[in-house]
Protein backbone atom coordinates (compact mmCIF):
# COMPACT_ATOMS: atom_id res chain seq x y z
CA UNK A 1 0.00 0.00 0.00
CA UNK A 2 1.48 3.74 -0.26
CA UNK A 3 2.86 5.01 2.36
CA UNK A 4 0.85 8.11 2.60
CA UNK A 5 -2.62 6.31 2.06
CA UNK A 6 -1.41 4.45 5.27
CA UNK A 7 -1.15 7.80 7.33
CA UNK A 8 -4.30 9.22 6.16
CA UNK A 9 -6.37 6.17 6.35
CA UNK A 10 -5.12 6.00 10.23
CA UNK A 11 -6.55 9.45 10.47
CA UNK A 12 -9.87 8.69 9.20
CA UNK A 13 -10.06 5.92 11.43
CA UNK A 14 -9.62 7.45 14.37
CA UNK A 15 -11.59 10.35 13.45
CA UNK A 16 -14.57 8.30 13.23
CA UNK A 17 -13.86 6.70 16.13
CA UNK A 18 -13.69 9.59 18.08
CA UNK A 19 -17.04 11.11 16.23
CA UNK A 20 -18.89 8.34 17.19
CA UNK A 21 -17.67 8.18 21.06
CA UNK A 22 -18.77 11.49 21.40
CA UNK A 23 -22.35 10.70 19.90
CA UNK A 24 -22.45 8.06 22.67
CA UNK A 25 -21.14 10.30 25.12
CA UNK A 26 -23.84 12.78 24.44
CA UNK A 27 -26.46 10.31 23.99
CA UNK A 28 -25.60 8.74 27.98
CA UNK A 29 -25.49 12.11 29.02
CA UNK A 30 -28.94 12.95 27.51
CA UNK A 31 -29.85 9.92 28.68
CA UNK A 32 -29.06 10.47 32.28
CA UNK A 33 -30.31 14.12 32.34
CA UNK A 34 -33.93 13.15 30.89
CA UNK A 35 -33.94 9.34 32.81
CA UNK A 36 -36.96 8.77 34.98
CA UNK A 37 -35.60 8.43 38.49
CA UNK A 38 -38.24 7.36 41.24
CA UNK A 39 -37.97 7.27 45.07
CA UNK A 40 -40.38 6.24 47.88
CA UNK A 41 -39.86 7.68 51.20
CA UNK A 42 -41.54 5.27 53.50
CA UNK A 43 -41.79 6.95 56.86
CA UNK A 44 -41.57 4.84 59.96
CA UNK A 45 -44.29 6.23 61.85
CA UNK A 46 -45.39 10.03 61.02
CA UNK A 47 -43.24 13.21 59.52
CA UNK A 48 -44.95 15.71 61.52
CA UNK A 49 -43.06 16.18 64.80
CA UNK A 50 -40.28 13.76 63.85
CA UNK A 51 -36.92 15.96 63.50
CA UNK A 52 -35.12 13.08 61.50
CA UNK A 53 -38.71 12.13 59.09
CA UNK A 54 -38.62 15.90 58.66
CA UNK A 55 -35.41 16.29 57.49
CA UNK A 56 -35.25 13.58 55.43
CA UNK A 57 -38.36 14.58 53.49
CA UNK A 58 -36.93 17.96 52.84
CA UNK A 59 -33.71 16.36 51.85
CA UNK A 60 -34.86 13.77 49.32
CA UNK A 61 -37.43 16.27 47.74
CA UNK A 62 -34.40 18.53 47.02
CA UNK A 63 -32.40 16.18 45.37
CA UNK A 64 -35.38 14.93 43.13
CA UNK A 65 -36.57 18.60 42.38
CA UNK A 66 -33.28 18.86 40.53
CA UNK A 67 -33.67 16.40 38.19
CA UNK A 68 -36.30 16.69 35.36
CA UNK A 69 -38.23 13.47 35.27
CA UNK A 70 -37.72 13.22 38.75
CA UNK A 71 -40.90 11.27 41.10
CA UNK A 72 -41.16 11.31 44.81
CA UNK A 73 -43.72 10.03 47.14
CA UNK A 74 -44.10 10.29 50.63
CA UNK A 75 -45.49 6.94 52.29
CA UNK A 76 -46.14 7.04 55.76
CA UNK A 77 -46.16 4.09 57.39
CA UNK A 78 -48.14 4.93 60.53
CA UNK A 79 -47.44 3.81 64.45
CA UNK A 80 -48.11 0.63 64.23
CA UNK A 81 -44.82 -0.98 64.17
CA UNK A 82 -46.29 -4.75 63.07
CA UNK A 83 -47.55 -3.52 60.24
CA UNK A 84 -44.01 -1.77 58.57
CA UNK A 85 -42.80 -4.99 56.71
CA UNK A 86 -45.96 -5.84 54.85
CA UNK A 87 -46.34 -1.56 53.58
CA UNK A 88 -42.66 -1.86 53.01
CA UNK A 89 -43.34 -5.14 50.83
CA UNK A 90 -46.11 -3.81 49.01
CA UNK A 91 -43.62 -0.70 47.99
CA UNK A 92 -41.00 -3.07 46.72
CA UNK A 93 -43.19 -5.39 45.24
CA UNK A 94 -45.31 -2.27 42.77
CA UNK A 95 -41.67 -2.01 40.92
CA UNK A 96 -42.30 1.62 40.66
CA UNK A 97 -39.25 2.89 42.45
CA UNK A 98 -35.83 3.33 42.01
CA UNK A 99 -35.33 3.59 45.46
CA UNK A 100 -36.90 3.47 48.67
CA UNK A 101 -35.29 5.59 51.17
CA UNK A 102 -36.31 5.53 54.69
CA UNK A 103 -34.69 6.47 58.35
CA UNK A 104 -34.34 5.07 61.62
CA UNK A 105 -32.15 1.93 63.07
CA UNK A 106 -35.28 -0.62 62.55
CA UNK A 107 -35.36 -0.36 58.86
CA UNK A 108 -31.90 -2.14 58.01
CA UNK A 109 -33.93 -5.18 59.54
CA UNK A 110 -36.81 -4.98 57.66
CA UNK A 111 -35.67 -3.80 54.92
CA UNK A 112 -32.87 -7.11 54.43
CA UNK A 113 -36.18 -9.05 55.07
CA UNK A 114 -37.98 -7.53 51.94
CA UNK A 115 -34.78 -7.66 50.34
CA UNK A 116 -34.97 -11.69 50.16
CA UNK A 117 -37.84 -12.03 47.88
CA UNK A 118 -37.46 -8.62 45.86
CA UNK A 119 -33.53 -8.65 45.37
CA UNK A 120 -33.59 -6.06 42.47
CA UNK A 121 -34.61 -3.39 44.82
CA UNK A 122 -32.41 -0.85 46.08
CA UNK A 123 -32.42 0.96 49.57
CA UNK A 124 -31.06 3.81 50.94
CA UNK A 125 -31.41 3.95 55.14
CA UNK A 126 -30.58 6.75 57.23
CA UNK A 127 -30.34 6.59 61.21
CA UNK A 128 -29.52 2.39 60.58
CA UNK A 129 -26.73 0.16 60.22
CA UNK A 130 -26.75 -2.85 57.79
CA UNK A 131 -23.23 -3.88 56.23
CA UNK A 132 -23.00 -6.49 53.25
CA UNK A 133 -26.82 -6.42 51.64
CA UNK A 134 -25.42 -5.36 48.08
CA UNK A 135 -29.34 -3.70 47.80
CA UNK A 136 -28.37 -1.76 51.01
CA UNK A 137 -26.60 1.82 51.75
CA UNK A 138 -26.92 2.80 55.17
CA UNK A 139 -25.56 5.74 56.54
CA UNK A 140 -25.73 5.72 60.63
CA UNK A 141 -24.83 8.72 62.87
CA UNK A 142 -22.67 8.54 65.60
CA UNK A 143 -25.19 8.93 68.78
CA UNK A 144 -22.60 7.60 71.29
CA UNK A 145 -20.72 11.78 70.44
CA UNK A 146 -24.67 13.03 69.89
CA UNK A 147 -25.83 11.44 73.29
CA UNK A 148 -22.55 12.51 75.48
CA UNK A 149 -22.28 16.24 73.71
CA UNK A 150 -25.69 16.66 74.84
CA UNK A 151 -24.92 14.72 78.43
CA UNK A 152 -22.07 17.03 78.78
CA UNK A 153 -24.22 20.28 78.03
CA UNK A 154 -27.08 19.15 80.44
CA UNK A 155 -24.19 18.45 83.26
CA UNK A 156 -22.61 21.77 82.96
CA UNK A 157 -26.50 23.61 83.37
CA UNK A 158 -27.41 21.26 86.39
CA UNK A 159 -23.81 22.50 88.09
CA UNK A 160 -24.39 25.75 87.24
CA UNK A 161 -26.09 29.00 89.03
CA UNK A 162 -28.76 29.71 86.29
CA UNK A 163 -32.24 30.63 87.00
CA UNK A 164 -33.66 27.37 86.86
CA UNK A 165 -31.04 24.81 88.22
CA UNK A 166 -31.29 23.68 91.95
CA UNK A 167 -28.48 22.27 93.81
CA UNK A 168 -29.62 18.52 93.17
CA UNK A 169 -27.05 17.18 90.43
CA UNK A 170 -30.34 15.68 88.31
CA UNK A 171 -30.71 15.22 85.12
CA UNK A 172 -33.58 13.25 83.06
CA UNK A 173 -33.65 11.46 79.09
CA UNK A 174 -37.36 10.77 78.06
CA UNK A 175 -37.16 8.78 74.87
CA UNK A 176 -40.16 7.19 73.01
CA UNK A 177 -39.23 3.47 73.07
CA UNK A 178 -36.15 1.66 74.13
CA UNK A 179 -34.12 0.16 71.13
CA UNK A 180 -30.63 -0.75 71.09
CA UNK A 181 -29.40 2.81 69.78
CA UNK A 182 -31.03 4.18 72.69
CA UNK A 183 -29.70 2.11 75.37
CA UNK A 184 -26.09 1.04 73.51
CA UNK A 185 -25.07 4.27 72.32
CA UNK A 186 -27.52 7.62 73.14
CA UNK A 187 -28.28 6.61 77.05
CA UNK A 188 -24.52 5.94 77.77
CA UNK A 189 -23.26 8.56 75.93
CA UNK A 190 -25.61 11.10 77.82
CA UNK A 191 -24.29 9.47 80.98
CA UNK A 192 -20.52 9.56 80.50
CA UNK A 193 -21.33 13.37 79.32
CA UNK A 194 -22.55 14.52 82.51
CA UNK A 195 -19.79 12.41 83.93
CA UNK A 196 -17.35 14.80 82.09
CA UNK A 197 -19.08 17.73 83.93
CA UNK A 198 -19.42 16.14 86.98
CA UNK A 199 -18.89 12.57 88.42
CA UNK A 200 -21.83 12.97 90.81
CA UNK A 201 -24.73 13.35 88.33
CA UNK A 202 -27.37 10.89 87.95
CA UNK A 203 -30.03 10.51 85.18
CA UNK A 204 -33.69 9.47 85.23
CA UNK A 205 -34.25 7.72 82.12
CA UNK A 206 -38.04 7.10 81.20
CA UNK A 207 -39.89 5.95 78.29
CA UNK A 208 -43.25 6.94 76.73
CA UNK A 209 -43.95 3.79 75.12
CA UNK A 210 -44.83 5.57 71.89
CA UNK A 211 -43.85 8.19 69.34
CA UNK A 212 -46.89 10.47 70.12
CA UNK A 213 -48.31 10.90 73.41
CA UNK A 214 -47.38 14.36 74.35
CA UNK A 215 -49.95 13.93 77.76
CA UNK A 216 -47.74 11.22 78.61
CA UNK A 217 -44.51 12.62 78.18
CA UNK A 218 -45.35 15.51 79.90
CA UNK A 219 -46.54 14.07 82.92
CA UNK A 220 -43.21 11.74 83.15
CA UNK A 221 -40.98 15.30 82.34
CA UNK A 222 -43.38 17.01 85.05
CA UNK A 223 -42.42 13.61 87.67
CA UNK A 224 -38.59 13.75 86.90
CA UNK A 225 -38.67 18.15 87.56
CA UNK A 226 -40.32 17.32 90.41
CA UNK A 227 -37.41 14.97 91.86
CA UNK A 228 -34.79 17.62 91.42
CA UNK A 229 -34.06 17.06 88.16
CA UNK A 230 -33.45 20.78 86.24
CA UNK A 231 -32.77 19.98 82.27
CA UNK A 232 -34.31 16.90 80.78
CA UNK A 233 -33.63 15.29 77.01
CA UNK A 234 -36.12 14.21 75.18
CA UNK A 235 -36.33 12.26 72.30
CA UNK A 236 -39.69 11.17 71.69
CA UNK A 237 -41.01 12.43 68.24
CA UNK A 238 -44.46 14.35 68.26
CA UNK A 239 -44.64 13.45 72.30
CA UNK A 240 -41.63 15.75 72.65
CA UNK A 241 -44.83 18.73 73.15
CA UNK A 242 -45.27 17.41 76.05
CA UNK A 243 -41.90 17.61 77.69
CA UNK A 244 -41.90 21.51 76.70
CA UNK A 245 -44.43 21.88 78.19
CA UNK A 246 -43.93 20.21 81.57
CA UNK A 247 -40.76 22.74 80.85
CA UNK A 248 -43.09 25.61 80.82
CA UNK A 249 -45.25 25.21 83.55
CA UNK A 250 -42.32 24.53 85.84
CA UNK A 251 -39.74 26.97 84.86
CA UNK A 252 -37.02 24.53 84.13
CA UNK A 253 -34.97 23.39 80.81
CA UNK A 254 -35.50 21.41 77.84
CA UNK A 255 -32.71 19.55 75.75
CA UNK A 256 -33.18 18.39 71.75
CA UNK A 257 -31.88 16.25 70.12
CA UNK A 258 -31.66 16.11 66.04
CA UNK A 259 -32.46 19.84 65.09
CA UNK A 260 -32.23 22.94 67.43
CA UNK A 261 -35.96 24.45 68.38
CA UNK A 262 -35.01 27.62 70.58
CA UNK A 263 -37.70 29.61 69.37
CA UNK A 264 -40.70 27.29 69.98
CA UNK A 265 -39.58 27.68 73.82
CA UNK A 266 -37.34 30.52 74.53
CA UNK A 267 -35.57 30.25 77.13
CA UNK A 268 -37.40 26.78 77.94
CA UNK A 269 -35.35 25.03 75.41
CA UNK A 270 -31.49 25.30 76.80
CA UNK A 271 -29.83 23.53 73.96
CA UNK A 272 -29.76 20.98 71.34
CA UNK A 273 -27.43 18.89 69.62
CA UNK A 274 -27.83 18.74 65.64
CA UNK A 275 -27.36 16.19 63.08
CA UNK A 276 -27.07 16.88 59.00
CA UNK A 277 -29.60 14.56 58.02
CA UNK A 278 -30.71 16.75 55.56
CA UNK A 279 -27.93 17.24 53.77
CA UNK A 280 -27.18 13.72 53.93
CA UNK A 281 -30.44 12.90 52.74
CA UNK A 282 -29.78 15.28 49.77
CA UNK A 283 -26.36 14.52 48.48
CA UNK A 284 -26.48 10.66 48.76
CA UNK A 285 -29.86 10.59 46.66
CA UNK A 286 -27.73 12.75 44.09
CA UNK A 287 -25.09 10.43 44.65
CA UNK A 288 -27.90 7.07 44.18
CA UNK A 289 -29.71 9.37 40.78
CA UNK A 290 -25.51 9.30 39.22
CA UNK A 291 -25.36 5.54 39.79
CA UNK A 292 -23.22 5.88 42.43
CA UNK A 293 -24.33 4.93 45.88
CA UNK A 294 -22.31 2.38 47.93
CA UNK A 295 -25.13 -0.30 48.13
CA UNK A 296 -23.66 -3.07 50.67
CA UNK A 297 -21.54 -0.79 52.61
CA UNK A 298 -22.36 1.46 55.67
CA UNK A 299 -21.12 4.24 56.85
CA UNK A 300 -20.46 5.82 60.07
CA UNK A 301 -20.97 9.84 60.75
CA UNK A 302 -19.52 11.36 63.36
CA UNK A 303 -18.64 14.87 64.99
CA UNK A 304 -15.15 15.08 63.34
CA UNK A 305 -16.65 14.81 60.04
CA UNK A 306 -19.53 17.48 60.66
CA UNK A 307 -22.47 15.57 60.69
CA UNK A 308 -23.21 15.46 64.12
CA UNK A 309 -22.52 18.45 66.16
CA UNK A 310 -24.31 21.04 69.03
CA UNK A 311 -26.17 24.47 67.94
CA UNK A 312 -24.25 26.58 70.29
CA UNK A 313 -24.73 29.63 67.71
CA UNK A 314 -28.38 30.52 67.96
CA UNK A 315 -28.53 33.93 69.19
CA UNK A 316 -30.84 32.71 72.30
CA UNK A 317 -28.40 29.76 73.18
CA UNK A 318 -25.76 32.71 72.88
CA UNK A 319 -28.27 35.24 75.11
CA UNK A 320 -29.37 32.44 77.72
CA UNK A 321 -26.75 30.46 78.43
CA UNK A 322 -23.95 31.94 81.24
CA UNK A 323 -20.28 32.50 79.41
CA UNK A 324 -18.17 29.39 81.18
CA UNK A 325 -20.91 27.30 80.30
CA UNK A 326 -20.46 28.30 76.92
CA UNK A 327 -17.04 28.20 76.84
CA UNK A 328 -16.79 24.54 78.47
CA UNK A 329 -19.18 23.12 75.93
CA UNK A 330 -16.96 24.88 72.87
CA UNK A 331 -13.79 23.72 74.49
CA UNK A 332 -15.76 19.88 74.37
CA UNK A 333 -16.77 20.20 71.03
CA UNK A 334 -13.05 21.40 69.57
CA UNK A 335 -11.71 18.21 71.31
CA UNK A 336 -14.31 15.94 68.87
CA UNK A 337 -13.92 18.18 65.95
CA UNK A 338 -10.07 17.70 66.16
CA UNK A 339 -10.27 14.08 66.35
CA UNK A 340 -8.15 14.48 70.26
CA UNK A 341 -10.95 12.97 71.44
CA UNK A 342 -14.02 10.57 69.75
CA UNK A 343 -16.18 7.33 70.66
CA UNK A 344 -16.77 4.53 68.79
CA UNK A 345 -20.64 2.85 68.05
CA UNK A 346 -21.60 -0.61 68.95
CA UNK A 347 -21.72 -2.96 66.10
CA UNK A 348 -24.80 -4.67 66.38
CA UNK A 349 -27.96 -4.74 63.87
CA UNK A 350 -30.33 -1.77 64.98
CA UNK A 351 -33.71 -3.20 65.85
N1 LIG B 1 -38.05 9.05 66.32
C1 LIG B 1 -38.98 9.98 66.10
O1 LIG B 1 -38.66 11.17 66.21
N2 LIG B 1 -40.26 9.63 65.74
C2 LIG B 1 -40.66 8.34 65.60
O2 LIG B 1 -41.83 8.09 65.27
C3 LIG B 1 -39.69 7.34 65.82
N3 LIG B 1 -40.01 6.01 65.71
C4 LIG B 1 -39.06 5.07 65.93
C5 LIG B 1 -39.38 3.74 65.84
C6 LIG B 1 -38.44 2.74 66.06
C7 LIG B 1 -38.81 1.29 65.94
C8 LIG B 1 -37.12 3.10 66.40
C9 LIG B 1 -36.06 2.07 66.64
C10 LIG B 1 -36.78 4.44 66.52
C11 LIG B 1 -37.73 5.43 66.29
N4 LIG B 1 -37.41 6.78 66.41
C12 LIG B 1 -38.37 7.73 66.18
C13 LIG B 1 -36.09 7.21 66.86
C14 LIG B 1 -35.23 7.78 65.76
O3 LIG B 1 -35.02 6.81 64.80
C15 LIG B 1 -33.90 8.25 66.30
O4 LIG B 1 -33.21 7.23 66.94
C16 LIG B 1 -34.09 9.35 67.26
O5 LIG B 1 -34.88 10.34 66.71
C17 LIG B 1 -32.74 9.95 67.67
O6 LIG B 1 -32.05 10.41 66.57
Redesign the pocket.
Known sequence: MNKRIVPGLLLTAILTVLFFSSCTKQTEKKEAQSKDYSVALFI??VVAG????EMMVRGAKKAISEIPNGKIKVIEGGYN?GEWLEKLTVIAASREYDLIVS????MPAISAEVSKQFPQQKFFLL?GFLEGNNSIYTFRYN?KEQGFLGGYFAGLVTTSTMEGANKDLKIGLIA??E?P?MMQAILPGFKAGAAAANTNISVDFRVVGN?YDAEKARSLAASIYDSGADIILT?A?GANQGVITAGRNLGKYVLM??VSSYDDAPGIIAGSTIIRQEKAAYEKIKEAIAGKMKFGSADIADVKGGWVSFDNKHPLYQKNIPQDVKDKLQEMLNRFESGTLSLKMPVYLGK
Open positions: PGSPTYQTNPADQGQYDWIGYD
